[in-house]
T-cell receptor
């Protein structure tokens, strides 16, 4: 069974600085997808960034980038130039490719990020 | 606007009183799922559907039912709610696995 672990329950960062959120996962699969979701106080789940395991290049979306280390089963999220609106719970999630369960997302426990002015 | 719509956003009910949380998506997605979110546990899949009339259990299906009579709708039914079903519930839909899921805005359910 796949598991996802986020070892940092809470983090804080000063506005305009850079912060990295950690995520590790355990799987025997070779083909899969990884995601970071953001959940602000409004509780809406918002897709931040995604990575396909067969791609060696790390995904980037504006101020958000990942460090994907397949051999180490690590998928960290870097937020550059942090903004107050980045304050949220962040979830790392794993999905097995060609999953006959309709693409089940397996989530980590979440990291609560506070951006301070 | 492409979205997943859940109702209600908040619900307080009593033990044993049947309830339904509705979910509708306007993106013509085939895949739909229900998740529950609990502190320290992240989100866990309750049920999923790969198409109309095709549904199956996720990781925590006990006490829940679903139906998929139309592609756009995927209601979650609690026939006899209990306090351990107090949670935040999300409906989500997906077109292709690589794109991830689009989530509804969540339903905060309290069972007393």
């Amino acid at each position: 069974a796949q598991t996802v672990t986020q070892s940092q329950p809470e983090m804080s960062v000063q506005e305009a600085e850079t912060v990295t959120l950690s995520c590790t996962y355990d799987t025997s699969e070779n083909n899969y997808y990884l995601f970071w979701y953001k959940q602000p106080p409004s509780r809406q789940m918002i897709l931040v960034i995604r990575q396909e395991a067969y791609k060696q290049q790390n995904a980037t979306e504006n101020r958000f980038s990942v460090n994907f280390q397949k051999a180490a089963k690590s998928f960290s999220l870097k937020i550059s130039d942090s903004q107050l609106g980045d304050t949220a719970m962040y979830f790392c999630a794993f999905m097995k490719q060609r999953d006959n369960q309709g693409g089940k997302l397996i989530f980590g426990q979440g990291t609560e990020l506070s951006v301070k002015p | 606007e492409a979205q997943v719509t859940q109702n209600p956003r908040y619900l307080i009910t009593v033990t044993g009183k049947k309830l339904t949380v509705t979910c509708s998506q306007n993106m013509n997605h085939e895949y739909m799922s229900w998740y529950r979110q609990d502190p320290g546990l992240g989100l866990r899949q309750i049920y999923y559907s790969m198409n109309v009339e095709v549904t199956d259990k996720g990781d925590v299906p006990e006490g829940y039912k679903v139906s998929r009579k139309e592609k756009r709708n995927f209601p979650l039914i609690l026939e006899s709610p209990s306090p351990n079903q107090t949670s935040l519930y999300f409906c989500a839909s997906n077109f292709r696995q690589a794109y991830g899921y689009t989530f509804g805005s969540g339903t905060r359910l309290t069972v007393v």
